[in-house]
């Protein structure tokens, strides 16, 4: 019997070493530097490039579909089984420890932007096919493991990808948790753009309002300009008796005039908003109680932005709190925030389970801020419908058992509303890498995959494309 862990361990510096050539490279999606030829920017083309030229130089097969996407194949068969994943990551953000992009190992941690999502877990996959291939093993099916570059925004790639390529008869997609992620809520994104122009009666003039980064993260940071010839002393006091009370942080900047709001709160996935702190509706919450406003713009936007919005990660203030028994419940993320004299928008992200549809949202979404002067926005080219693959189905099953094996761990079935490549393919799931209990970093400051971790789900990446097409 083959002792999986044993083999990847004696791999391990020929694991790092391809890990480290694709973390240093900063592939951030970069609308402002995309061209024809890097649609997405440079940085995630020239990760892709660089993964394929890896997989040549170890003696795969590869293909590349423009700047979008490509494979690397091995094997032989009437079957296809696909590995998907993806080597664009999020932008860094502040508070980082380290470079993000040159990678380092502490405390058995490998940190850098991509480690655990999702880098590490597609490095991972790859070497465990090397492993495979080193080993002689002859599958009997065709095995590719397929990259792409803009999963982490519109997820181009794939449908450029699949215009051309095979569809995998089943696989999955090491890029969320184990035990193995056999459903997946629908994803969504809407926007909230404020359409009035009318003068309020208030005292203070909103300049600007800016936080977040990308829709799918919580936004870490937040500032607002705001021109008043108020009280100085007690606005300010004011201010920080806030942030001590929400543990947050952040500064008032005196401007020519009135005030620059700095506020800090905690990025997270937005998948999972309720583990971080949105410093966009932490903001408007302060500016909502202590200031009124000469446009009825901003008093909409801080208001909608400041109470329907503020701490209604499961959507009950706007009336989208709805759960399923399997998937559970529906999370909102307020993702990117933005008020200027052009724009006057908020991005929010929905997650939501079997059972909410898009009518029935936008019905609710539609009377909760009835009243407002916004439009709602639905963006149907950014909508993905719930997704799941029964636990009994021979992939499920076999990935499940090798888990468990290799683990000692009890192995089952998890819904996550988290959006993988793996609902791509009708018989797709969820594979790792994140073990239970072990602390999800990805999209925040100082992400991190432990080696151990790294170690573990490259050997259960092995034993399972092994099971599964011997």
Request: charged share 25%.
């Amino acid at each position: 019997m083959t002792n999986w862990l044993a083999e990847v361990k004696e791999r391990q510096e020929e694991l790092l070493t391809d890990l480290y050539r694709l973390l240093k490279i900063p592939s951030v999606r970069d609308d402002e530097k995309a061209t024809a030829e890097a649609p997405v920017g440079p940085g995630p083309l020239a990760a892709l490039e660089e993964f394929l030229e890896m997989a040549r130089e170890d003696g795969f097969k590869t293909k590349q579909y423009g700047p979008w996407a490509g494979h690397i194949e091995f094997g032989q068969g009437e079957e296809l089984m696909g590995i998907l994943g993806h080597v664009d990551v999020v932008p860094v953000g502040t508070g980082w420890k380290t470079n993000p992009f040159d990678a380092v190992i502490q405390d058995d941690r490998i940190y850098a932007r991509g480690a655990s999502d999702n880098k590490g877990p597609l490095v991972g996959a790859y070497n465990a096919l090397k492993l495979l291939k080193d080993k002689g093993f002859e599958p009997s099916k065709r095995i590719r493991l397929i990259i792409g570059t803009d999963e982490e925004s519109e997820w181009q790639c794939m449908k450029h990808y699949f215009a051309e390529a095979e569809m995998p008869d089943f696989g999955f997609s090491p890029d969320a948790n184990f035990p193995v992620i056999n459903g997946e809520k629908g994803n969504v994104t809407v926007e909230l753009n404020i359409s009035t122009t009318q003068h309020g009666s208030g005292t203070a003039h909103l300049k600007t309002f800016e936080a977040g980064l990308r829709v799918n993260m919580v936004p870490q940071e937040a500032q607002a300009e705001i021109e008043w010839q108020g009280d100085d002393s007690k606005i300010k006091e004011a201010y920080h008796q806030y942030l001590e009370v929400w543990g947050l942080s952040g500064e008032v900047i005196d401007t020519a005039r009135g005030y620059l709001f700095q506020l800090t709160g905690k990025a997270a996935h937005g998948a999972l908003p309720h583990l971080g702190a949105n410093a966009g509706t932490f903001l408007a919450a302060f500016l909502y109680q202590n200031f009124t406003f000469d446009q009825l713009s901003a008093t909409a936007f801080v208001e909608v932005l400041g109470t329907k919005l503020h701490l209604t990660t499961d959507g009950h203030k706007v009336g989208l709190n709805i759960g399923h028994e399997v998937m559970g419940d529906l999370t909102l993320n307020v993702g990117v925030v933005s008020y200027d004299e052009e724009v006057q928008q908020i991005l929010l992200n929905i997650r939501y389970p079997e059972g909410a549809t898009n009518e029935w949202m936008e019905e609710q979404l539609a009377n909760a801020l009835e009243g407002y002067p916004l439009d709602i926005h639905w963006r149907q080219d950014s909508g993905m419908i719930p997704h799941y693959v029964p636990e009994d189905d021979p992939l499920v099953k076999t990935l499940l058992g090798v888990y468990a094996e290799q683990t000692g761990l009890e192995a089952y079935g998890v819904s996550i509303g988290g959006g993988t490549y793996a609902r791509v393919m009708p018989r797709g799931v969820a594979f790792g890498a994140l073990f239970p209990g072990s602390e999800d970093t990805m999209h925040q400051a100082n992400e991190y995959i432990s080696m151990d971790d790294l170690l573990r789900a490259t050997a259960i990446y092995a034993q399972s494309i092994y099971e599964l097409t011997k």
